[in-house]
């Protein structure tokens, strides 16, 4: 079973009447994040344009975790739209509203009403690194290589 800890989690005024994220199934690894564009003015992403998209939300997560915006696989099969950042880090000590910057990879319009699930944000762990300077690394059978080093 998932381990869960605890969110706050804050609706702005344009968020109001949308539902709170929700995993949708048992194990879901992924909240569903909606579009908290106004009612009857859809925003349009004409093939290739990209926008930030409003979810109405705020959060406040644990030290020591992130949320991670990624894209939902349906709209990226279905319509070719995906997070173009993704995945998109929310840090722990951000409080700004949550925004996730759709892109539009389909040949035709995607249109995001009110309420579109376009995205889905997952809670993980952080390990924070202590960088030490050293005049050489380590050795290791792979050294330097990389990038197809392997071969196909
Ligand atoms: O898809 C995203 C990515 C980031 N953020 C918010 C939360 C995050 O904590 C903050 C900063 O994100 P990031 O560090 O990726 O942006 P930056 O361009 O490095 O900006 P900054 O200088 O503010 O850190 O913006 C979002 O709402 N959606």
Known sequence: MSTK??????????AQGLPLPAYQTTEAAGLDLMAAVPDGEPVTLAPGQYALVPTGLAIALPAGHEA????RSGLAAKHGVTVLNSPGTIDADYRGEIKVILINHGAVPFVIQ?????????????????LVPVAELPATDRAAGGFGSTGR
Do not use: D, N, Y
């Open 5 to 14: 800890v605890t969110v706050e989690l804050q609706r702005m005024a344009h």
């Open 68 to 71: 991670q915006v990624r894209p």
């Open 114 to 130: 009110r309420g579109e699930r376009i995205a889905q944000m997952v809670i993980a762990p952080v390990v924070q690194a202590a």
